[in-house]
C-alpha cells in the first residue's frame, strides 16, 4: 500500500534521518515512538508526499508518491494533523465534510450522500451533538475528534495520525483506541492501514501494533510491540529507567522510573531543538 526504502528525511537540505524504511499494509497499526523532535512529523509528511525525500522513493501503491496529484492522494491516505483552531469559524460538520471534498473535483458540490457520510463520521464517534458548533470554538480534544470524524469520512485504505490521542481525555483516548483498532481491522473492508504517532507507548501494546521505534537519525527498532519495547530500548530512548511489566489480565503496561532529579528534556530533543 505505502513502501519507502532508504529514505532520507529533513527540512531544506537540514537531514533529520537517513536510511528509513517504512512498509504499511491493509489491516496494520503501525505507532511511531520517539522523543520530542526526532522527526515524527517530518517523516509523515515526507510519506505523504507533502515534503520532498532529501533521498529514497516512496511508493504509494506501487508508484512513485511525487507523480501524483493531491486528489489522487487524497483518495488513498487521509491525514489526521494535531487539532490547531483555524482562523475562519467553520460548523464542526463542515470541516467533517472537506473530508469527502478532497475526493470530489475542484468544483464539484457534495451531494447528499456525502452529507449523509460526513453525519455517520460524526455520530461514530459521538460528536453529533457538536455538527453546527463553530469548530474554532470547541475544546482541543473535541477539535481532535472532529478531524479524525473528516478523515473516517474520507473513506480512505490509509490514515495517518499526528498524535491523535494527544489532547484527549482519559475516556476519549480509550474511544479513539478502539476506534483505530477497528478501522484497521474491520471485517468486510479487506482492512484498513492505520499510522499513527504517540508519547504512550502503553497505547502500542493496547493496540497490539507494529512498532517504529524512533530516535534520533534514523529507526532504531522496527517490529511488534511486543518484540520492540523493552525496558532496554526504552531507557535508552527516553534516557531514565523504564520496565515494562504484564498486568494480570495480560496487558503490557510501561513504567517510568519517577527519580527525583532537575527536569531535563531528552538528548535527543535537546540536540535537535
Ligand atoms: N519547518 C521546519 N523547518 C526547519 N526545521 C523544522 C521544521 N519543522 C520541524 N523542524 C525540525 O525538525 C526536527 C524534527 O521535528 P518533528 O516535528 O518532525 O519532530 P517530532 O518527532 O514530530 O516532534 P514532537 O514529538 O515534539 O511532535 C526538529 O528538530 C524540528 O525543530
Redesign the pocket.
Known amino acids: 500500500m505505502l513502501e519507502a526504502r532508504g529514505l532520507s ?4 537540505r ?1 537531514p ?1 534521518g537517513a536510511g528509513l524504511d517504512v512498509a504499511i499494509q491493509p489491516g496494520e497499526i503501525l505507532c ?1 515512538l ?12 515526507t510519506l505523504m508526499g507533502l515534503l520532498p525525500a532529501l533521498d529514497g522513493t516512496v511508493l504509494l501503491g506501487g508508484k512513485p508518491i511525487t507523480a501524483q496529484t493531491r486528489a489522487e492522494i487524497a483518495r488513498v491516505i487521509a491525514y489526521v494533523p ?1 487539532a490547531h483552531a483555524p482562523p475562519f469559524p467553520f460548523e464542526a460538520q463542515e470541516v467533517v465534510l472537506m473530508g469527502r471534498t478532497a475526493r470530489l473535483g475542484a468544483f464539484a458540490q457534495p451531494s447528499a450522500s456525502d452529507r449523509a457520510a460526513a453525519r455517520a463520521a460524526m455520530d461514530r464517534l459521538g460528536i453529533g451533538e457538536l455538527a453546527r458548533r463553530d469548530y474554532s470554538r470547541l475544546s482541543g480534544g473535541q477539535r481532535q475528534l472532529v478531524l479524525i470524524a473528516r478523515a473516517l469520512a474520507q473513506d480512505t485504505q490509509l490514515i495517518v495520525m ?2 491523535p490521542t494527544a489532547s484527549l481525555d482519559f475516556g476519549n483516548q480509550a474511544q479513539v483506541l478502539a476506534q483505530i483498532e477497528t478501522l484497521a481491522r474491520e471485517a468486510g473492508t479487506g482492512g484498513r492501514g492505520v499510522i499513527l ?1 504517540t ?1 504512550d507507548p502503553d497505547q502500542a501494546f493496547a493496540l497490539n501494533a507494529r512498532v517504529l521505534l ?1 530516535s534520533r537519525g534514523g529507526v532504531l527498532a522496527d517490529g511488534a510491540a511486543a518484540e520492540v519495547l523493552t525496558d532496554t530500548t526504552l531507557s535508552a530512548v527516553y534516557d531514565l529507567p523504564v520496565t515494562v511489566e504484564t498486568t494480570p489480565s495480560g496487558r503490557r503496561v510501561c513504567l517510568p522510573s519517577l527519580r527525583q532529579s532537575a527536569p531535563t528534556m531528552t538528548s535527543d ?1 535537546l540536540t ?2
Open positions: 528525511i529533513g527540512h531544506g537540514i533529520i511511531l520517539g522523543p520530542n523532535g526526532c522527526g515524527k512529523t517530518t517523516l509523515f509528511r494535531q499526528d498524535e504517532s508519547h524512533m530533543a535537535m531543538a
